[in-house]
């Protein structure tokens, strides 16, 4: 069962991760990231610092993301593992759409194809959301931001990341980010864990 972990930057998610490695530890999870799970995310690293080229940059967070299913969710998946991935396709598909326009054509479409007949749909997104105040409050604690890290970028960046959830509501779970540390990753860890119940059923049907 493949889940992922999309949001704007700001909303939290390195702490939600931190509480599910916990509350999960029994489900033995593989815990993986996009971008840096191989070492193709040095150069989309190296690309996002430089601010070299969006084309650049958005081809290489796609070979990321096929070497991370090579290597890490393909393999996990096979073997009938729980892939937990901070991070993934909505990431490409709501950012990069963003970092495009004006670049390109049809940056989503242009994006989603590239993905198309090869990478894998997660069963579960969980949607980080919370107000882009809030978020960039949250962010300038931190040093060393990235250029996507504006208000003008993560609001259209959120926007895109609604409008799929609308789009696919049986996949997102549009989560509050601003609901208190323990109860959200509560939430979040009690969702994951009756999908995994209920996946191991259907199995066994
Ligand atoms: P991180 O902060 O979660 O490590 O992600 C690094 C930045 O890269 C973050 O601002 C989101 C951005 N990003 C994209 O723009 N496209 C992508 O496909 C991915 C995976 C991340």
Do not use: C
């Amino acid at each position: 069962m493949l889940v992922t972990l999309e949001g704007i930057d700001g909303t939290g998610k390195s702490t939600l991760l931190m509480a599910l490695r916990e509350k999960l530890a029994d489900l033995e999870p593989v815990f993986t990231r996009e971008p840096g799970a191989t070492w193709v995310g040095e150069s989309v690293r190296r690309a996002i610092a430089e601010q070299i080229d969006p084309i650049t940059e958005a081809t290489l967070f796609v070979a990321d993301h096929a070497a991370h299913l090579a290597t890490v969710v393909r393999p996990a998946l096979r073997d009938n593992k729980l892939v937990i991935s901070d991070r993934y396709s909505d990431s490409r598909f709501a950012y990069q759409s963003v970092t495009l326009e004006g670049v390109i054509p049809e940056p989503e479409g242009w994006l989603r194809a590239m993905h198309n007949g090869w990478s894998i749909v997660p069963d579960k997104t969980f949607l980080l959301a919370i107000p882009v105040d809030d978020a960039l409050e949250r962010l300038a604690e931190k040093s060393g931001r990235e250029h996507f890290e504006r208000r003008e970028i993560l609001e259209k960046v959120q926007d895109r990341y609604l409008a799929f959830a609308r789009a696919e509501p049986g996949r997102f779970v549009v989560v509050d980010a601003l609901m208190e540390k323990e109860e959200l990753a509560g939430f979040v860890a009690d969702a994951i864990r009756q999908m995994v119940a209920h996946g191991r059923k259907q199995k066994r049907k």
